[in-house]
């Protein structure tokens, strides 16, 4: 095994697996995504307070990695605009606690000794509003018998560690208009009341801003509900994070 000293030049996270972690999505063909590293964040972009948010943010990140294995069902929340890094953040944690891995500080030290493997899932936000769809699953191929959704604990099973992409962009197109924002938030709390009641760690991104005038933004609260936001503000406490006006990281890698 290579030296933490070298392994720190690439890489903050060390996966001990042969594969490169691979994250699916729900309702789509299984496709591999690019996992960077939290070391491979670029922040030549950022100056003044917004290289001081960002590093506040990574350095929880590396927290929480240390944390989640002892404290089951700790959350984390990134809220920002496009570019700023926040799916490849919660794609670094949800990597770290579904594979066997290292973790090393910004000197290349270890933070701790390995950790084993959790079950993990990764849902877009509209894909995860289908599957929690209560009359969506069809009976068999070619059937048009709606069975019903399965209960919640055949749904998340084992899993230990959820990341919902982009709270926000959620698609109901089988939902009546005036009825969508009813039922999306129904669809939330059955679902985070299952998440808190059972420990699953909740890893979320938005480009809704988590903040407005210092307190929670009600347009980030009403997307999942006042009481799903209860229980994610208590699970997440210290690990929720806006990058609202950080700069999007791939001017710099298009220029």
Same mark, same amino acid.
């Given at each position: ?5 070298? !392994?720190?030049?690439? /890489?903050?996270?060390? !996966? ?11 309702? /789509? ?39 989640? *294995? ?31 891995? #290292?973790?090393?500080? $910004?000197?290349?030290? *270890? ?29 068999? /191929?070619?059937?048009?018998? #709606?069975?019903?959704?399965? *209960? ?11 990341? #919902? $992409? $982009?709270?926000?962009?959620?698609? #109901? ?6 009825? %969508? ?41 009403? %997307? ?27 001017? !710099?890698?298009?220029?």
């Amino acid at each position: 095994m290579k030296r933490a000293g070298d !392994i720190a030049k690439d /890489a903050t996270v060390k !996966i001990r697996s042969v594969d490169t972690p691979k994250i699916y999505e729900y309702g /789509a063909p299984p496709r591999k995504l690019p996992v960077k590293t939290l070391h491979d964040l670029s922040v030549k972009h950022l100056r003044g307070s917004h290289l001081d948010r960002f590093r506040e943010l990574r350095q929880a990140a590396y927290e929480w990695i240390k944390l989640r *294995p002892n404290d089951p069902g700790i959350s984390f929340v990134i809220t920002g605009s496009v570019g700023t890094g926040k799916t490849t953040i919660i794609q670094n944690l949800r990597a770290s606690a579904q594979t066997e891995y #290292l973790v090393l500080d $910004d000197e290349g030290e *270890p933070l701790g000794e390995p950790f084993r493997s959790v079950n993990s899932r990764f849902y877009t936000a509209t894909d995860f509003m289908a599957l929690m769809d209560p009359g969506r699953r069809l009976a068999g /191929a070619g059937s048009t018998e #709606l069975l019903g959704r399965k *209960p919640l604990y055949k749904l998340f099973q084992g899993i230990e560690v959820i990341a #919902l $992409d $982009d709270l926000g962009t959620e698609e #109901l197109s089988f939902v009546p208009r005036d009825l %969508i924002d009813l039922a999306r938030q129904n669809r939330y709390r059955e679902a985070f009341d299952y998440f808190y009641d059972n420990g699953v760690s909740v890893l979320i991104t938005s480009m809704v801003p988590l903040l407005h005038g210092g307190h929670p933004n009600q347009d980030f609260v009403d %997307i999942i509900g006042a009481a799903s936001f209860d229980r994610l503000f208590e699970r997440a406490k210290g690990f929720m994070f806006d990058l609202t006006g950080l700069p999007s990281y791939r001017q !710099i890698t298009s220029e």
